[in-house]
């Protein structure tokens, strides 16, 4: 070997060993200076590992087993909990960093984590923002992060009660971008991915929202397993409530909201917007108690509370796909309460919404289902958000409906029973938050009310006989017409729901059509 050649192997060599080793010591020295950054990273955070391992030719940072403890400023009782298999940083790019003023990551894992946080509602959601804000001036740019098998669990510190809870959570997000110099869309991303098994949720003081599972992308979300419950069996609930609420019992097999899109507008009000929402399977069951006392407070048509909402919602159409509802409502003591059925419903919203600002959009809701197991019925409702009177149209038509089919409703709330059968039921409801008034026809055949005694069983004879003298027992006085009925200037107690308003406004039209001489008013 000639003595050039020697030469030039020897400072290959050398270069080699230099560079093994010049690697190391950078290795070590990064190592040793995020060691002292994690050790005085805040006063109000502590952060344990078990090993730090550096990869600087791939720019690479792995932490095993991290235990993160964030305490509060002025509590310094411990508010968050994060427990790592390991957390990952790869393919950070030196040459962006120094000469393009930008920090680029390929990506970033967090894996297995398990989040313990104590949420205090006496700290602003300002003062989150302000710790979640980037404190770099540089644009970041990640091509991924994930988060393999997760859990969580949130809850209020006041109390220690459960507000969140999230298993098996997997998130990939893509293609994301952190530049604080726009004005807009500070934070941008390609796509992401969501998974997450066996959530429940607090939504408040007394209902509790559970998910068997959830896949949450870009444009399209699915939920299965839902259920909306009452924490507290029925009895337990009057004997703790003021006033009256209702007791909720809800399940939906799946729920698919399709091409989504939310974010932040302004960066400050949420928005979110889908081209359609089916609900797969609802079965709510709804139980009041009316021997409590009635909430007064005062309550909204359906119109004023989109208006009012605190975020812009665009959901082009939701659809209800063979749905039931069952009210059930106690008037009497030592009774079950009178139920009222809605089984087969089916039903498709339209432009729900408190952002279209043209009064030629309105929101439309059509209903058809099935009424007490026995006849159809079928709904349209009409309404304008943007109207601040909240003016709205409510037509039905209800089939051949047996009257007995009422009677368990009627006998334990009302005290009274059904005989005979009304053929054909059609109403029409204009109205507003002020007053409205009905039109109604209908036609019946052989109509009985029985007025009951206390007891409710025993027949009241004396007021059975007065209330059916004054009411026409068919409808066949005129060749089998419908007999008309309308009411006028019915005033809407606001105290009450919307449901009550279309009730007082649907008896104002049986009665007119059954004590009135129920021809039609042609003025």
């Given at each position: 070997?000639?003595?050039?050649?020697?030469?030039?192997l020897?400072?290959?060599?050398?270069?080699?060993?230099?560079?093994?080793?010049?690697?190391?010591?950078?290795?070590?020295?990064?190592?040793?200076?995020?060691?002292?950054?994690?050790?005085?990273?805040?006063?109000?955070?502590?952060?344990?590992?078990?090993?730090?391992?550096?990869?600087?030719?791939?720019?690479?940072?792995?932490?095993?087993?991290?235990?993160?403890?964030?305490?509060?400023?002025?509590?310094?009782?411990?508010?968050?909990?994060?427990?790592?298999?390991?957390f990952?940083?790869?393919?950070?790019?030196?040459?962006?960093?120094?000469?393009?003023?930008?920090?680029?990551?390929?990506?970033?894992?967090?894996?297995?984590?398990n989040?313990?946080?104590?949420?205090?509602?006496?700290?602003?959601?300002?003062?989150?923002?302000?710790?979640?804000?980037?404190?770099?001036?540089?644009?970041?740019?990640?091509?991924?992060?994930?988060?393999?098998?997760?859990n969580?669990?949130?809850?209020?510190?006041?109390?220690?009660?459960?507000?969140?809870?999230?298993?098996?959570?997997?998130?990939?997000?893509?293609?994301?971008?952190?530049?604080?110099?726009?004005?807009?869309?500070?934070?941008?991303?390609?796509?992401?991915?969501?998974?997450?098994?066996?959530?429940?949720?607090?939504?408040?003081?007394?209902?509790?929202l559970?998910?068997?599972?959830?896949?949450?992308?870009?444009?399209?979300?699915?939920?299965?397993?839902?259920?909306?419950?009452?924490?507290?069996?029925?009895?337990e609930?009057?004997?703790?409530?003021?006033?009256?609420?209702?007791?909720?019992?809800?399940?939906?097999?799946?729920?698919?909201v399709?091409?989504?899109?939310f974010?932040?507008?302004?960066?400050?009000?949420?928005?979110?917007?889908?081209?359609?929402?089916?609900?797969?399977?609802?079965?709510?069951?709804?139980?009041?108690?009316?021997l409590?006392?009635?909430?007064?407070?005062?309550?909204?048509?359906?119109?004023?509370?989109?208006?009012?909402?605190?975020?812009?919602?665009?959901?082009?159409?939701?659809?209800?796909?063979?749905?039931?509802i069952?009210?059930?409502?106690?008037?009497?003591?030592?009774?079950?309460?009178?139920?009222?059925?809605?089984?087969?419903?089916?039903?498709?919203?339209?432009?729900?919404s408190?952002?279209?600002?043209?009064s030629?959009?309105?929101t439309?809701?059509?209903?058809?289902?099935?009424?007490?197991?026995?006849?159809?019925?079928?709904?349209?409702?009409?309404?304008d958000?943007?109207?601040?009177?909240?003016?709205?149209?409510?037509?039905?038509?209800?089939?051949?409906?047996?009257?007995?089919?009422?009677?368990?409703?009627?006998?334990?709330?009302?005290?009274?029973?059904l005989?005979?059968?009304?053929?054909?039921?059609?109403?029409t409801?204009?109205?507003?938050?002020?007053?409205?008034?009905?039109?109604?026809?209908?036609?019946?055949?052989?109509?009985?009310?029985?007025?009951?005694?206390?007891?409710?069983?025993?027949?009241?004879?004396?007021?059975?006989?007065?209330?059916?003298?004054?009411?026409?027992?068919d409808?066949?006085?005129?060749?089998?017409?419908?007999r008309?009925?309308?009411?006028?200037?019915?005033?809407?107690?606001?105290?009450?729901?919307?449901?009550n308003?279309?009730?007082i406004?649907?008896?104002?039209?049986?009665?007119?059509?059954?004590?009135?001489?129920?021809?039609?008013?042609?003025?």
């Open positions: 070997m000639n003595k050039r050649l020697k030469k030039t020897v400072i290959i060599v050398g270069l080699i060993v230099f560079l093994f080793f010049g690697v190391l010591i950078i290795n070590n020295v990064i190592e040793n200076k995020l060691q002292n950054q994690l050790e005085n990273i805040s006063e109000n955070v502590e952060i344990k590992y078990e090993n730090i391992k550096v990869n600087s030719l791939k720019g690479s940072v792995n932490i095993s087993k991290p235990l993160i403890s964030v305490y509060g400023k002025t509590t310094h009782k411990k508010n968050a909990l994060v427990e790592l298999e390991y990952l940083v790869g393919s950070f790019s030196y040459w962006d960093y120094f000469f393009n003023d930008k920090i680029t990551i390929g990506n970033v894992i967090f894996d297995e984590p989040i313990t946080y104590h949420h205090n509602d006496s700290v602003s959601s300002k003062s989150y923002n302000e710790v979640l804000k980037n404190k770099l001036n540089q644009i970041i740019q990640i091509e991924s992060i994930q988060i393999n098998n997760g969580v669990e949130v809850y209020n510190v006041s109390n220690d009660s459960l507000i969140l809870k999230s298993e098996n959570l997997n998130f990939n997000i893509n293609a994301i971008e952190v530049n604080q110099k726009k004005e807009k869309n500070q934070i941008i991303y390609k796509d992401f991915k969501a998974t997450s098994n066996n959530l429940i949720y607090k939504l408040n003081a007394y209902e509790n559970y998910l068997d599972h959830v896949d949450f992308r870009t444009d399209l979300s699915k939920l299965k397993g839902v259920r909306l419950k009452t924490k507290y069996a029925k009895e609930l009057s004997n703790i409530i003021k006033v009256q609420r209702d007791h909720f019992d809800l399940t939906i097999d799946s729920i698919e399709k091409k989504q899109d974010g932040f507008q302004q960066d400050s009000l949420f928005y979110f917007k889908s081209q359609r929402i089916d609900f797969y399977h609802p079965n709510f069951k709804i139980y009041r108690d009316k409590i006392a009635d909430d007064l407070s005062y309550k909204p048509l359906y119109s004023k509370m989109l208006r009012d909402l605190i975020f812009n919602m665009n959901l082009n159409s939701v659809f209800i796909n063979n749905g039931s069952i009210y059930s409502e106690k008037v009497q003591p030592n009774t079950q309460g009178g139920r009222l059925l809605f089984s087969k419903l089916n039903a498709k919203i339209n432009n729900l408190n952002t279209y600002n043209t030629e959009t309105v439309s809701v059509n209903i058809e289902s099935v009424f007490m197991d026995d006849t159809n019925i079928n709904v349209q409702w009409d309404f958000v943007n109207n601040t009177t909240d003016e709205f149209i409510y037509k039905a038509e209800i089939g051949k409906l047996r009257a007995d089919s009422m009677n368990q409703f009627m006998e334990p709330n009302l005290n009274i029973r005989k005979g059968e009304i053929i054909k039921t059609y109403f409801i204009n109205g507003n938050d002020e007053t409205s008034q009905v039109d109604l026809k209908l036609k019946y055949d052989d109509f009985d009310i029985i007025v009951l005694k206390e007891n409710g069983k025993e027949k009241n004879k004396f007021l059975s006989g007065l209330v059916n003298l004054l009411i026409s027992n409808s066949h006085d005129n060749s089998g017409l419908f008309y009925g309308s009411g006028f200037d019915i005033e809407r107690n606001k105290n009450k729901s919307i449901f308003y279309l009730w406004n649907i008896k104002d039209g049986l009665l007119g059509a059954m004590l009135g001489n129920g021809k039609k008013d042609n003025n």
